[in-house]
Every structure is written in structure tokens, then in C-alpha cells.
């Protein structure tokens, strides 16, 4: 399915979290973004982490490729700028991307996904990483009550190199919670090639070699585009 830019100003936000580092938060977002702008969403990258690792690679990003509009949220806080996500973007956005420190723990969960559509959450498959990601996924679950307020929850497993027990584990776990396993990214070099270049791996010039990834990446936001845009003020 490809999803079609809407006439009326209708902004989806979605949101890159889980507390682990290194998981592939920034990751996922920069190519979220790039996908957008291909396709001409305007996409807005917002990120809060105080490395500015989006923002970094933003500026990698050379003027032969569609725009994304970067906002470093702490930068701006610090200068006084307001703290509403859409004063912050040009006219012509469609979709917010926020990428998130990691961290993330207690009520700052419930802050970071305020307004959201969709939340995000990339789990690597060691134990160590599944764990951490369970805890993050109950802490979203009882302090961002995102049951009640309609947010979808998707897992985005990161760096797969096969279907290790312990994602399997995992994998029960959300079944249980009824929480969709929405991509399952293999452990590339693209990515890396890709984020030096300020571009998303379909960007890259690689012919078929990545084709089952970027099929990975559709089924991911045929997800994402699968629900009408929520009112999220
Ligand atoms: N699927 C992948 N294949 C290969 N390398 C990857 C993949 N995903 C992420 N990486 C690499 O892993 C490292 C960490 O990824 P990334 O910076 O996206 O994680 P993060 O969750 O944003 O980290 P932090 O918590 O520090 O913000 C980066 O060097 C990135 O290029
Ligand atoms: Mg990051």
C-alpha cells in the first residue's frame, strides 16, 4: 500500500522510544524519515537526545536528496522556544518523527509520547536487550496508559540475525500483551553506509542486495499507514 499525502493538514506523529541504548532508535527514525521525504510527506525529524545523533546525521544529508525538516527539541527548549511540537514545523508537514533519548524511564515515558499516533520500540535479540525492552514495554503500558488513550504500540526487531530463543521469548511475551512484532531489520552494513551519507538504505545505490530489507520497511508502514491519522492535537 502507498500511502497518499492528505490535502487537509493532518499530521501523524510517531514515536521512536525504549530505554536501552543502542537499540536503533535513531536508526529507525532517520530512515523513517527518508522514506517520508521520498514520497513527499515533508517529513519533520525531531530529536531528543541530547547527542543530537539525528541531527548529525541530517546535516550529512546533501541537497540532491528530498528535505527533512530537523528539530533539535533540547537546543530550542534551551533558547526559550515554545514547547508545541506544531509551532515548530513548516506548513507543509505530514509526518512528525521523534527520536528519543535512551534512558527513558518513570514519568518521562508518558512525555514522550504525548500527541503520538504510533510508538516504536526497536529491540535487539539478546537477552540482556529483551529484558531491558520488556520492562520498558510494561512501563509504557501502566504509566503512558496508552491502552486507554489509542496509541498503537509496534516492536521493531533490530539487528535479527536469525530467530535467536530468546526473541522468541520475547515474541510470547507480546503475543501476550497483544502487541505486534511490526519489521524485523537484518544486522547490515547498510545502515551504517547509509547514516554516514545522511541518507535511509533505500536511498542507497546497492541494486537488489537489499531488496528483503526494503520489504521489511514496506510492511512497516503499511502498518504505520494502516489507521486513519488521530486528532492529536
Ligand atoms: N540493523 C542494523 N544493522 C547494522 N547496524 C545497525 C543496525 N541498526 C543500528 N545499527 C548501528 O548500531 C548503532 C546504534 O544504533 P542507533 O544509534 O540507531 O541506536 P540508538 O538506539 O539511537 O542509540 P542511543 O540509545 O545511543 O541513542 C549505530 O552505529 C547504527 O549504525
Ligand atoms: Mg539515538
Given at each position: 500500500m502507498q500511502p497518499r499525502v492528505s490535502a487537509a493538514r493532518e499530521i501523524r506523529k510517531i514515536v521512536v522510544i525504549n530505554?536501552?541504548?543502542?537499540?536503533?532508535k535513531t536508526t529507525v527514525s532517520t530512515n523513517l524519515a527518508t522514506w517520508y521525504a521520498q514520497r513527499g510527506f515533508h517529513p519533520a525529524l525531531f530529536d531528543h537526545?541530547?547527542?543530537t545523533s539525528s541531527m548529525r546525521w541530517l546535516k550529512g544529508r546533501g541537497p540532491d536528496h528530498p528535505p527533512i525538516h530537523g528539530v533539535s527539541v533540547l537546543t530550542r527548549q534551551k533558547l526559550g522556544?515554545?514547547?508545541?511540537?506544531?509551532?515548530?514545523?513548516?506548513?507543509?508537514?505530514?509526518r512528525l518523527i521523534s527520536d528519543t533519548p535512551a534512558g527513558l524511564a518513570g514519568l518521562e515515558i508518558p512525555d514522550h509520547i504525548r500527541g503520538a499516533d504510533c510508538v516504536l520500540i526497536p529491540v535487539l535479540p539478546s537477552s540482556i536487550d529483551i529484558e531491558a525492552g520488556a520492562d520498558f514495554i510494561r512501563d509504557l503500558l501502566l504509566l503512558g496508559r496508552v491502552r486507554s488513550t489509542g496509541v498503537r504500540i509496534g516492536i521493531v526487531a533490530n539487528r535479527i540475525k536469525q530467530h535467536t530463543v530468546a526473541f522468541q521469548a520475547l515474541e510470547r511475551f507480546l503475543r501476550s500483551l497483544k502487541i505486534p512484532v511490526v519489521a524485523r531489520f537484518r544486522d547490515t552494513q547498510a545502515y551504517v553506509h547509509a547514516a554516514e551519507q545522511g541518507l535511509g538504505i533505500h536511498e542507497l545505490k546497492t541494486g537488489g542486495t537489499i531488496r528483503k530489507e526494503i520489504h521489511e520497511w514496506n510492511k512497516l508502514f503499511d502498518w504505520i499507514e494502516s489507521e486513519p491519522i488521530r486528532n492529536n492535537g
Open positions: 530505554g536501552k541504548g543502542g537499540c536503533g537526545d541530547p547527542q522556544v515554545t514547547r508545541s511540537w506544531q509551532l515548530r514545523m513548516p506548513s507543509e508537514t505530514r
